[in-house]
């Protein structure tokens, strides 16, 4: 059995499942950050990613649930799973709103019917090694949009409350299915089984990401217009560049002693949870 390696940071202790309802304007939806349909455009595109991809994280964490003896990492899952079950309802009640000008239900069912393939097809332990690499980009885009305000700039206040929310909790439970894999797998090739997945993964995921932003510029008659891309590109790669700032981290992950608590979210999280305890 392979031993486990070593963690660079303290874990990460409180995973706190916060049910809140952010009754979002849907007349805001096309244009909620900064008033501009291109910087919105992104994190929109990412919001129907969710409810798919959230509910698969469930299912392949639960499936391995039998196998884990720590009863502290058993009640890690109970908490992911419940964080995540609240990401789904909101993230759906979001995308909700951006059916009034696109249509997000077909490409929710195109993830669905997906993931599902995904999950019939992968060898045993596959769908929890897919889990462990999108929880590491949904971990690593948190840890930018919380220790940047230029992110949400200028954002519609429910909007901005739900991806802090979301971004929060994400940062808490991000170690939880890696911690799983790392209970449940074994082998002297696990840890290069876990970097091929995300290798694969990553192609997938910029497949659907790529996908939901064409979808969103034709369905807002933006598609023909070269300054419209022009600014959704410099957004998301540029400035703020959210997607060229994650590089780092996501190389980090090709490392066989990575773990997902190497990079250092505590002062964000404090900063994080003040501000949501604000709210109430």
Sequence with gaps: MQADLPTAAPAITQITPRDVDFHLDPARAKNWLDHSPEKTLFPNALSILFPPGERFFIASVLANRDKIADPKLKAEVKAFCQQEAYHTREHVAYNKALNS?????????????HLSWVRKT???????????????????????????????EGAEPGYARLWL?????????????????????????????????MYLTTLTFLRFIAKHCIALMRAQELAKSPASWAKLLWNVFVSPGL?????????????????????DDRAALTRTRKLIASWS
């Design 122 to 152: 992968l060898p045993e332990g596959g769908p929890l090694l897919a889990t462990v690499a999108l929880e590491h980009f949904t971990a690593i885009m948190a840890h930018e949009l919380l220790n940047d305000p230029a992110f949400l």
């Design 243 to 263: 997607m060229r700032r994650i590089v780092p981290a996501y190389l980090r992950y090709y490392s066989p002693a990575f773990h997902p608590n190497d990079l």
């Design 165 to 197: 929310w979301h971004g929060l909790e994400e940062c808490e439970h991000k170690a939880v299915a890696f911690d799983v894999f790392r209970a449940t797998m074994t082998g002297p090739f696990r840890e290069y089984r876990r970097m091929l997945v």
């Design 101 to 113: 000008f696109c249509d997000a239900d077909r490409l929710d069912r195109e993830l669905t019917e």
